[in-house]
């Protein structure tokens, strides 16, 4: 019986956790494979588990916190409640 792929195993940066502004909480998850130099991805997951994915990947965490931070400034963190399809930044 053939095995299953296993997931490859993930580096989490120190950046990603818990983020509340406006009273409210996201989980920040910003990840690349674990032992490779690859971009970092970025997901926000909210407490009702929507998952938002940024398509492009950042050189490095801090690119990605910071982008994350400027979505919060610009757009407000309500802005990863979209009542439509989920959001895809």
Do not use: C, Q, Y
């Not at 120190?14 to 909480?25: K, N, P, R, Y």
């Not at 970025?42 to 965490?61: H, S």
């Not at 400027?70 to 930044?89: C, K, L, N, Q, Y």
Request: glycine letters at 4%.
């Amino acid at each position: 019986m053939p095995s299953k792929p296993k997931k490859p195993k993930l580096e989490h940066s120190e950046l990603s956790g818990e983020f509340t502004d406006d009273g409210v909480t996201v989980l920040v998850d910003i990840f690349r494979p674990a032992g490779t130099n690859a971009d970092w991805r970025m997901e926000v997951i909210t407490p009702e588990e929507d998952l938002i994915e940024w398509e492009e990947p950042f050189a490095t965490d801090r690119e990605a916190f910071d982008e994350f931070l400027a979505t919060v400034a610009r757009d407000g963190i309500r802005s990863f409640f979209d009542e439509a399809d989920p959001a895809v930044h």
